[in-house]
């Protein structure tokens, strides 16, 4: 690889990495809490989380520019605390991480899921609070379930190109992820160059695809034995 492209390739891999330990806490926190949630709105709460699976990234992208502009809500706070987002590396991962977010936590609530919760009731008779419980017994019993997630949406952040064109800009050196320099490198009608960045992207694609396809077919073994 030449040197721009390590660069693409370790400025990609770091914000992937970041945007999927911004999301870990709070997606596992969501996943638990819709797992043990029976009540109404669940169903409700659970389609609004999953939408960015379904929109057009370009929209969340577009409602993100909304929020964290200037004259957005969001944007006046962090502009007051002199804190720049958009067009920034951090508007990267949070695209990112917004992007990612719904596949962390649809698995991870699935395996929570399969938790019984018969085990977690004897933790508590024998005298653990909810949260030791939970980091004693539920979350260990869940792992692999958050471990599948997290590779999901680190896998989705690595392909990530519609929201971050629009929140982040694609600005070479600052905040061009290798989705964004195979779009510019089209565009200039150097295509062998952009085959070349696909090529690459693919390799790492496949390697985050395949540890998620392996820590799945551990999880199958376990449940079925």
Same mark, same amino acid.
Not at 59 to 75: N, T
Not at 138 to 149: C, D, E, I
């Given at each position: 690889?030449?040197?721009?492209?390590?660069?693409?390739?370790?400025?990609?891999?770091?914000?992937?990495?970041?945007?999927?330990?911004? &999301?870990? %806490?709070?997606?596992?926190?969501?996943?638990?809490?819709?797992?043990?949630?029976?009540?109404?709105?669940?169903?409700?709460? !659970?389609?609004?989380?999953?939408?960015?699976?379904?929109?057009?990234?370009?929209?969340?992208?577009? @409602?993100?520019?909304?929020?964290?502009?200037?004259?957005? %809500?969001?944007?006046?706070?962090?502009?007051?605390?002199?804190?720049?987002?958009?067009?920034?590396?951090?508007?990267?991962?949070?695209?990112?991480?917004?992007?990612?977010?719904?596949?962390?936590?649809?698995?991870? $609530?699935?395996?929570?899921?399969?938790?019984?919760? #018969?085990? @977690?009731?004897?933790?508590?008779?024998?005298? !653990?609070?909810?949260?030791?419980?939970?980091? $004693?017994?539920?979350?260990?019993?869940?792992? $692999?379930?958050?471990?599948?997630?997290?590779?999901?949406?680190?896998?989705?952040?690595?392909?990530?190109?519609?929201?971050? @064109?629009? @929140?982040?800009?694609? &600005?070479?050196?600052?905040?061009?992820?290798?989705?964004?320099?195979?779009?510019?490198?089209?565009?200039?009608?150097?295509?062998?160059?952009?085959?070349?960045?696909?090529?690459?992207?693919?390799?790492?694609?496949?390697?985050? &695809?395949?540890?998620?396809?392996?820590?799945?077919? #551990?999880?199958?073994?376990?449940?079925?034995?």
């Amino acid at each position: 690889m030449t040197e721009s492209t390590a660069e693409l390739v370790v400025f990609t891999l770091t914000v992937a990495a970041v945007a999927t330990l911004v &999301i870990l %806490p709070p997606g596992v926190a969501v996943a638990y809490a819709l797992s043990r949630w029976t009540g109404p709105g669940r169903g409700v709460v !659970d389609t609004v989380l999953s939408l960015p699976l379904v929109l057009p990234p370009t929209a969340v992208g577009l @409602v993100l520019l909304e929020l964290l502009g200037r004259e957005g %809500p969001a944007g006046r706070v962090l502009d007051a605390l002199g804190i720049e987002v958009v067009f920034t590396p951090r508007a990267v991962v949070l695209a990112s991480a917004v992007m990612a977010f719904p596949l962390l936590v649809r698995s991870a $609530r699935s395996g929570f899921e399969e938790v019984d919760p #018969r085990l @977690v009731a004897v933790a508590r008779t024998l005298g !653990d609070s909810r949260a030791r419980a939970f980091f $004693r017994v539920t979350l260990p019993l869940a792992w $692999r379930g958050v471990v599948v997630g997290a590779l999901l949406a680190f896998s989705r952040a690595l392909g990530e190109f519609g929201a971050t @064109v629009l @929140v982040a800009g694609n &600005i070479p050196g600052f905040t061009q992820t290798l989705s964004l320099a195979i779009f510019q490198r089209t565009q200039l009608g150097q295509d062998a160059e952009a085959l070349r960045l696909a090529f690459v992207a693919s390799l790492l694609a496949f390697v985050a &695809i395949y540890a998620t396809e392996w820590v799945t077919r #551990r999880r199958g073994r376990r449940t079925h034995a």
